[in-house]
Each structure stands twice: as C-alpha cells, then as structure tokens.
C-alpha cells in the first residue's frame, strides 16, 4: 500500500480506517514533537536539511531527497507490504500460520520485547543531541540529523505496535518512552549502552558501527517473529538501519585514513608526534573499538537465557536469517559454552541450543563486525605499517552474562582485579584520551571542508558532490 501523506501522520496502515487508533496516536504526535524540541538535535531546528524521507516502502520511494526542517520531518507508521503466504519460520509452532493479532498468553513478553526496542530509538537521539556543534563537515551534519530524524521514525514504529496492539497498557508505555532519558539516574533507559554519554564523534562513529550493528541484529531477529506487523515494522526499518551502520563504518575508515596520511607526513608512528599534528593516534581509535564493543556485546542479553529459549519456543523472536538454519525447530541441539569456573579459569559447559540464542545471535554479530575491522585494517597494512585494529575478545568488560564482572584481559584471559585495575588505561579510553579526543571537536560548517582529523568521504550522498551545502544553517 503506498503511504498516505495527506494524513496527518503519514502512514500505509490504513490509518484513517480506525478512526480510535487515529486519535490516539495523533494525541501521542504533539508530545513526540515536545520530546524532539526538548531532547532532539540541540539548536539546528530551523536549519535546512538535506534528508531522505521514505514515501513508500518499494525500492522506488523509500529514499526521496530533499531539504527539510527537521521538526517538519514526516515522522509516519511505514509497514513492509504483507505476504498473505508468510508461516511461523521456527519453534514449536514451525509452519503454522503467523499472527495478525497477539495471542492473549504472549501479550506481556512482546509488549516487553517491543518496549525495550522502541526504547533504544529516542534513547540514541538523546545521546547524540549535542554533536551538531561540533560535525568535521556539513556532509557529516547531514548524516548525524538523518540518524536521528529516522530514529524518531523508528520509535514511531513501535509506538504504532503498542497503541494498535495493546489497548490501554500500550498508550501508556508509549508516554513512558518519552518520559524515560539517557543517562536520568531517575529515569534511564533501559539498555546499558543507551544511557552511556556521546559527546564526541569517534564515539558516534563507533556508535553507528558496533550499536547499531546490535540494532540490525535484533531487528532481523524481531523480523522473523510470528506476530506478522512486528516482523513487517522490523524489515522496513532494517532498510533504514544500514545507512546508519554505513556512517559508522565509513567513518572510522576516514578518521584511520586522515591519520595515515598524517603518519606519512611525519615519517613517524608516535602517538604524540600524531596527536601534536592534530589526528588521532591508532592506538587511541583502538580504545574506542573496545569501549563501545564490550559495551554493545552487553545488548545480546546473557550467554544463557531462558528468556530467550522461551522466545524461540514460542516463535517470538528467532535468530538472524533463521532461514539459513537447518533445523528450525533447536529442540534437541546443544551449545557449548566456555565460562568461568569461579577459580580464575574456564570451564566448558553444555547447554540447550534454545538457552543459547542470544550467545549464537551475538556471535553472528562479532563475524559481522570483523568485517569492518578487516577493511580498515587493509588501509593500515596498504600503508605499510604493522599496527592492527582488532576487536577484543566477547569476554572482555563485560556487564551482562556469564563474564559479567569478571576481569579479564583483551584477550578473555582472566586476570586480577589489581592486574586490571592498572591496565586498563592502555585499553579504554583515559580521562587524558578522552579530553584530547574533545579537543578536537570544533564543528566545521563550511560546504567541502573537513576537520583536521578525517578525511573527507569519497562520494556525496545521492550523487550530490562532497562540497554540495547539504546543511543550510540559515
Ligand atoms: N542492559 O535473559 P537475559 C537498536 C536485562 S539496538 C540492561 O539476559 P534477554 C538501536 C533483560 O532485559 C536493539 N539490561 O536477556 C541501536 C532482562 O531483564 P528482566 C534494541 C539488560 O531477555 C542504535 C535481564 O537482563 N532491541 O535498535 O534474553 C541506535 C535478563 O535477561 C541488558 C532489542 O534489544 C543490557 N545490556 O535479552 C538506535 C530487542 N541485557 O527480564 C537503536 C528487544 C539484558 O530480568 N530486546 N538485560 O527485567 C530483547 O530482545 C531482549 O530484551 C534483550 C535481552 C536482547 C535486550
């Protein structure tokens, strides 16, 4: 169905068709645009952006181009179109007809499950509502405010869920996703990562790579569930969600190679022959990877969870692609778990292949990350030196889980509390990183030019050159 933009919240749910779903979500409307002047991108509310806005969901109209205020973005409900034909992919209902409607036992797991994904999406608006001040270029400006105006549309998506599916108790969670802040030691999000500050864009680089790389996982997951308007809501946004990870990886691949050049400039590899002429040194890139890495693991829940077994047995949320799985029933599969024996070392444990979802989701996740670590590491090695960026081992600093509080080294190794203690300003960022890294955030909002520490990118966005003003401040 092609989207209704008369409406006043566009859709391609037959909006108008329910006229008390329509009042309540045009009642939600204005406290979401409170929400965004409150809490979204702080001061650039009556610049001109240049933004996609979906204007259906077929490959011809998700990404229409074109200057908007932000505020007058047409946020709107976009659902993939339906498969009449479409079966529960996995479970022990594996081949029955998937749901239009909830099943009464499951309404409060996937009100939960939808919750604490509509949770994230405002959350990362507000993590990131400062950077505007400080973008390297328009270009990258344009892409912040694209992240985050399809961000709101992605809370819109679940608020959807929740008013049309949920009644009473659904209207009342989507208040509370706008009434929830990052880091509001009151009020915090639900998700660990979501309430960790991003004042800088190295970490809004490493953001876009390794948490919204979570994002995509989880939406894929989601998009296999059986209760069809979930699974269309997360496939459509799965579309938006890669250019997302394609401004975190591009990104850090123009910060490595900004770097390079100034490494060749110099004819040398120290750090701080590096940080005195501006750029960031691999070492310091390398503690970013690790903070927001470890951090993002968290996201997949615990190694063993009976949650997520629960979730699989009742066709609510599969893994990533469970169509390349064989058997999609993982009744009478099992994993292996390597954990820690309580005596500083490790100990293998066997465990139901259900139990063990969010441990194979979170794996899919790490060989997907490499990816991009592979890339920039071509560019480091091209180059000629010898330094590797890598991620570090899924056992490291982690809060949720089996390691959870246990210290181990980059490589899993458990360690000492004091041996930690004392190393681990060598692996995350140090208050003197981190002020350096500040150091360097000056916004730069002149069309081409590009701050001192990245490289600009090697295209514009939609055949736009890189200088094009893609951001009109006034
Ligand atoms: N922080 O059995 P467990 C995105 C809780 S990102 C705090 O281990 P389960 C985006 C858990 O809720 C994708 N709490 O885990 C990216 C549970 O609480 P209760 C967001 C955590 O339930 C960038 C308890 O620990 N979407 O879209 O199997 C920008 C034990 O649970 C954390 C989703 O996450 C944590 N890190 O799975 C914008 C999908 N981890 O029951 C957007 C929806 C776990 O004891 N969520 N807990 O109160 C889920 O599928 C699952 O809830 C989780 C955890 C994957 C989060």
New binding site residues.
Partial sequence: MSINYQDRIPNNVDLGSNRTLQRALEHWQPEFLKWWQDLGPRDFQVADVYLRTATSVDAKGWATYGFVHMPDYRWGIFLADRDPERRIGFGDNYGQEVWQQIPGEFRAILR??IV??GD??P??VEQQRMLGHTAPSLYDLRNLFQVNVE?GR?LWAMVYLLHAYFGRDGREEAEELLERHSGDANKPR????FNEPISDWLSFFM?TYF??R??KF??K??AESSFDPLARTCSFMLTEEAH?MFVGDTGINRVVRRTLEVMKELGTEDPLAIRNAGAIDLPTVQKYLNFWFSSSL?????ET????AS?FANGL?GRPDESQYEDHIAAEQTFTLELPDGKGSTKSEQIPMRNAM?EVTRGSYVRDCELGVKRWNRLIEKAGHSFRLSLPSTRFRR???SWAGIPTDLTGRPIGQEQFNAQIGEWLPSESDRAYIMSLMHGVHEPGKMAAWIAPPDRGINNNPVDYEYVRLH
């Fill in positions: 939960r499950l604490t994904q994230t999406e959350a990362s961000e992605h639900i998700l660990g990562t953001f948490t919204d979570d994002g989880q939406l997951s989601l997302h968290d996201l997949f829940g615990s969870s009976s949650n997520a979730y949320k969010n809060n949720i889980g």
